[in-house]
Every structure is written in structure tokens, then in C-alpha cells.
């Protein structure tokens, strides 16, 4: 199972992070959010080994910003938070072809998997994240029973308030599409500055034991 990190924008915490055997790291450009990384000097990221992805997370942002932040941080996942539309997806990819486009979905109920069906031919990765109006981070789980009735082709992400009280119930999910986990908010010590010993925790319970 992979691990993302989500909501980093701390250097000396970019750092530690980088050690630890995870495989994408989440930026968030999102102005709203208390994570948002706006002025970090993407040569912090120069430090991250190449099997770390850095990941863009927007939120119905113009394109033409998208584009420009793809460029800046040199990031290879885009990670749609909003209601952005299909044309959005694939204007992206008309430019980025190589990128790996995540289209996040908030869920409360069966019927919000019926919308990703129509990006199975334009993203590589779905996300499931709990429906709150502040789009993400907020920390809070959805009833993980209803991923049973995801049949999609796409594999996705689980997000929404994982802790380090959630691995066995990880363990326990057989869903042939799980394909990543999501890990932000309840690894904090405040927003955006992550508690290194604690996913390490996190990461060895899930792997190891
Ligand atoms: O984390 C945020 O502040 C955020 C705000 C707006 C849109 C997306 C956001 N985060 C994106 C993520 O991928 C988070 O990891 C995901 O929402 C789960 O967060 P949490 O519930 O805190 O575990």
C-alpha cells in the first residue's frame, strides 16, 4: 500500500519527511486552507529523492495557476480537490501528458461514486475524501463500509481523517482498487507541521506488524 502525506509546508519538516519510506508528498495551493504553502521556495524541494512524487492539491483553481505551480515545484501528481469538470481534467493533461491527474471525491453515500465514472478515461487515480464544506483536511472519517459498493476501474486513494487508530481497520479493507493511503490532519502538530515520530509509528504498524 502507498502513503501521501498531505498539507506540507514547513522546510525543516519537508526534510524529515523525505526520510521517511513514503511516496508522495502533498502540497496544498489552496488559499483557503491553514496548509496552504504560499510563499515556500520550491528549492526546498530539491531535497527529495526521486521516488517521493510531489503532489499539487487545488481546488477549482485556474488553470493557467496549475500550470504555472506544475512548472515552479516541478510537481508530478495533480490533485483536483474541487468540482472541477472533465474539460478541466483534460486540459491538463493535453498539456502534461506524463502527469498523473488525482480527481478527489467527497463521499457521504453510495450515489457520490456515480460521478467518477466519467473520469475513468481522463485521471489515473481516484480519491475518496469525507464530504465537509472545507473540501479536505478536516480530519474526519466516512463510513469506509460504503467503499464496497465502489465497482470502478480507477484504483483510489483513502483519505479523510486516518489516525494511527485506523490500521487495523486498514488491514481489514480487502477492496481490490485500494491503492494509497492519505495521511494528514491527525498527524499534526498544527496545521502543515507534521509529527515525524508519529507517522514513522503509523507506517511501521502498517508494514510491519
Ligand atoms: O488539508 C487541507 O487543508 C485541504 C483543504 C482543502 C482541500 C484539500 C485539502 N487537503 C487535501 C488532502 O489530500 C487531505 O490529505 C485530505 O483532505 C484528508 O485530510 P484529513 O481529513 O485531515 O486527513
Known amino acids: 500500500m502507498k502513503i501521501k502525506v498531505c498539507g506540507m509546508k514547513n522546510p525543516e519538516n519537508i526534510l524529515a519527511l523525505a526520510k521517511l519510506p513514503i511516496d508522495y508528498m502533498g502540497l496544498i495551493f489552496y488559499p483557503k486552507s491553514p496548509r496552504y504553502i504560499q510563499s515556500l521556495d520550491s528549492s526546498v524541494l530539491n531535497i527529495l529523492p526521486d521516488n517521493i512524487d510531489r503532489v499539487g492539491v487545488f481546488v477549482n483553481e ?12 516541478k510537481l508530478s501528481v495533480v490533485q483536483l480537490h474541487g468540482s ?4 478541466y481534467c483534460s486540459a491538463i493533461r493535453a498539456e502534461y501528458p506524463n502527469l498523473t491527474l488525482l480527481k478527489a471525491f467527497n463521499i457521504s453515500e453510495e450515489a457520490d461514486f456515480f460521478a467518477t465514472k466519467e473520469y475513468e478515461n481522463v485521471c489515473d487515480f481516484l480519491l475518496f475524501d469525507t464530504k465537509t464544506p472545507q473540501h479536505g483536511g478536516s480530519g474526519i472519517k466516512f463510513d469506509w463500509s460504503i467503499l464496497n459498493q465502489y465497482k470502478g476501474k480507477l484504483p483510489f486513494f483513502l483519505s479523510g481523517g486516518i489516525s494511527i487508530e485506523d490500521v487495523k481497520a486498514i488491514k481489514d479493507i480487502s477492496h481490490p ?15 502543515g507541521l ?15 506488524e
Not at 66 to 71: A, D, F, P
Not at 84 to 87: D, F, L, T
Open 194 to 208: 507534521k509529527n515525524i515520530e508519529l507517522l514513522e509509528q503509523f507506517i511501521n504498524q502498517l508494514k510491519n
Open 62 to 73: 485556474n488553470i493557467e495557476s496549475v500550470l504555472e505551480q506544475i512548472n515552479k515545484y
Open 177 to 191: 482498487k485500494l491503492y494509497a493511503l492519505d495521511l494528514n490532519s491527525k498527524f499534526e502538530l498544527e496545521p
Open 84 to 87: 472541477e469538470p472533465i474539460e
